[in-house]
């Protein structure tokens, strides 16, 4: 089967510049998952989604960040305006189901690589 | 917060087994532990999952300790396509799974 695709693999932009990223999860998995990862650390989970709704977004700045999953299908995350800190890997990975069952399993894309200046 | 406790770094010599260690003291009795590793430019990689008893799968192995607050993973005959970051981690209260630092795992040839 297809993997989780993501889209750009780079992105280069300048601080208070505005950036999207796109993420289509494997077919039929119903939970997607963004993950903020600064280097050296571990991935970071930003907001989750449970076919087209929020199941958390604790973690999510809201301020700045935003992220949609419309037909509980592929998904967008923008920042709006950037700054220097936000320069990380931004990842996808989706689920057959929820994550908090123990036994389902993420799938992750290869990320997208985000440079603010 | 469901925190996980990985040595930074490990090294291990090609075709030797390795031994990686995770504490994980506050987890609770229904949360399953999951490894997942990482390898350079690439998204984590699922390598096993467990809740009490020891499994086994074409990656790995996982030993998992009788009062559950620690585990190992078990590679058997490490390749130098193997080496990666490694995490260890389980989904605490908030239902999800939440990545450490995780190991850095060398192997030399």
């Known amino acids: 089967e297809a993997g989780v695709a993501q889209s750009p693999r780079y992105k280069i932009i300048e601080k208070r510049q505005s950036v999207a990223f796109w993420c289509n999860p494997i077919?039929?998995?119903?939970?997607l998952y963004w993950y903020q990862q600064i280097l050296g650390q571990g991935p970071k989970l930003l907001i989750q989604f449970q076919n087209n709704g929020v199941v958390d977004d604790s973690q999510l700045p809201k301020d700045r960040f935003s992220a949609e999953r419309l037909k509980g299908v592929d998904s967008t995350l923008k920042i709006q305006p950037a700054k220097l800190e936000d320069s990380a890997v931004y990842l996808c990975?989706?689920?057959?189901?929820?994550?908090?069952?123990?036994?389902?399993?993420?799938?992750f894309g290869a990320g997208t690589r985000l440079s603010v200046l | 917060d469901a925190k996980t406790t990985q040595p930074n770094s490990m090294e291990s010599n090609e075709e030797e087994p390795v031994h990686l260690p995770c504490n994980h003291s506050t987890i609770s009795g229904t949360d399953y532990i999951h490894w997942y590793r990482q390898l350079p430019s690439q998204g984590p990689e699922y390598v096993i999952h467990g809740l009490t008893s020891n499994v086994n799968n074409r990656m790995a192995s996982l030993a998992i300790a009788e009062d559950r607050k620690s585990s190992t993973l078990i590679l058997h005959r490490a390749t130098l396509r193997d080496a990666a970051v490694y995490y260890c981690t389980f989904s605490g209260s908030a239902r999800q799974l939440t990545f450490g630092s995780g190991t850095q795992l060398t192997v030399l040839p």
């Open positions: 990975a989706s689920s057959r189901g929820m994550g908090g069952s123990g036994k389902n399993i993420q799938y």
């Open positions: 077919s039929g998995h119903a939970t």
